[in-house]
């Protein structure tokens, strides 16, 4: 990670993580595992990874670029190279996995509460069937609060490059796992997010389907991608058009007086996560926006995105960059991770349990 190693005092802080795919979590041991047990060969285009070493290899490469936006289009995207992974996710068992992996890293990070995302399209258009996917996560909700102590509330995300029917129709679809209003449902998703490239997918596309989900109970965020085509206007709409309530990425705010404005007047956060921004912008730009959001009083949170897919960096990588490259002081990285305890949409009894253990961090 750039050289730099964990402290012990990143290390110990109790943590939140609001902004991580699930299928970004893919580590390549586990890809492999599940590749042999499925019988799924390992292959990106014409590339076959036909041994472990190959595979492993093929993560050393810095997914930063964005072939409409001018970038190289002879070596896989980043998205391109996160939904090759997805392949080998097949049956019940194998989402279950592959979450249990995560919470159990959870526990070891020190995170006591995350909302991750999930992108059940990515799965139903290979021909998996919904319920595998619901049904693996679902049961590794309970057993990772159970089993590891880390509990969690996932999000929904629509695949904003899909159609906009077939988003409305997965959401459907998955509407008995959420947590509806009335206390019924399984319980297994609180929010509805937008992921995948959002390269001339505005959210006003789908603001009749945030509008469903706000109508079932459900909270919303949504992705801004940090230096995307019409980034400003994405967060236009996601703020003053769809109404939601936290902002994914969206750190090009400051260069907008009237964004930051209507960000601290709505009280919507941004879930940050400077590896991502790092692994294309250089140090001395990047960490200065992040001071330059703190002067101007905008909420952010530290988190991780796809840390398998961006140099195996996680949330403690991404905190450790923020206190050491962005000049934090501990107190300050102190107030950020509350800052996710008061961004997050845990029950109060969750958040009170955080907010004690952080009040306790000796930041001296
Ligand atoms: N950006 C947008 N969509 C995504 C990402 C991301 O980093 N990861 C998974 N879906
Ligand atoms: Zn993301």
């Known amino acids: 990670m750039n050289g730099l190693a964990i402290s012990p005092f990143i290390a110990a802080l109790p943590k939140v993580e609001l902004h991580i795919h699930i299928e970004g979590t893919l580590q390549p041991a586990l890809r492999w595992k599940l590749a042999q047990r499925n019988n799924v060969a390992l292959k990106f285009r014409d590339q076959t990874y036909g041994t472990y070493e190959e ?8 997914y930063n670029h964005r072939p409409e936006l001018g970038g190289r289009k002879d070596v896989p995207t980043f998205l391109e190279a996160y939904f090759a992974g997805c392949e080998v996710l097949l049956r019940e068992d194998d989402f279950y996995d592959l979450a249990m992996a995560y919470l159990e890293r959870c526990r070891a990070m020190n995170v ?21 996917v619901l049904n693996g996560y679902l049961r590794a909700q309970h057993d990772g609060a159970a089993e590891y102590g880390v509990r969690s509330n996932w999000i929904f995300c629509f695949l904003r490059d899909e159609p906009v029917e077939d988003g409305e129709a997965a959401y459907r679809t998955a509407f008995p796992w959420a947590r509806h209003r009335d206390g019924g449902g399984k319980g297994l998703f609180h929010a509805v997010g937008l992921a995948s490239n959002a390269f001339e997918r505005p959210p006003l596309l789908f603001q009749a389907a945030f509008a469903r989900a706000r109508a079932d109970g459900l909270h919303t965020t949504t992705h ?35 964004l930051v404005a209507g960000l601290n007047e709505r009280r919507i956060g941004l879930t940050l996560c400077p590896h991502a921004y790092h692994r294309r912008t250089a140090t001395d730009v990047l960490f200065p926006k992040l001071r330059a959001l703190l002067d101007r009083g905008v909420t952010f949170c530290i988190n991780s995105d796809d840390p398998v897919y961006m140099h195996d960096v996680w949330i403690d990588g991404n905190m450790q960059k923020t206190y050491h490259y962005g000049g934090l002081s501990k107190a300050e990285m102190v107030q950020l991770a509350r800052n996710a305890v008061d961004m997050c949409w845990a029950d109060e009894g969750v958040k009170r349990e955080i907010y004690a253990e952080l009040d306790a961090v000796d930041v001296s």
């Open 55 to 62: 595979l492993l290899e093929s993560y050393r490469v810095t």
């Open 224 to 258: 801004c991608d940090f230096g995307q085509k019409d980034t400003h206007e994405h967060v236009r709409q996601a703020i003053f058009d769809v109404g939601i309530e936290r902002i994914d990425h969206g750190l090009d705010v400051l260069e907008r007086a009237e």
């Open 112 to 132: 006591r509460y995350v909302e991750p995302f999930f992108d059940i399209q990515a799965h139903t258009r290979r021909g998996v069937a919904a319920e595998h």
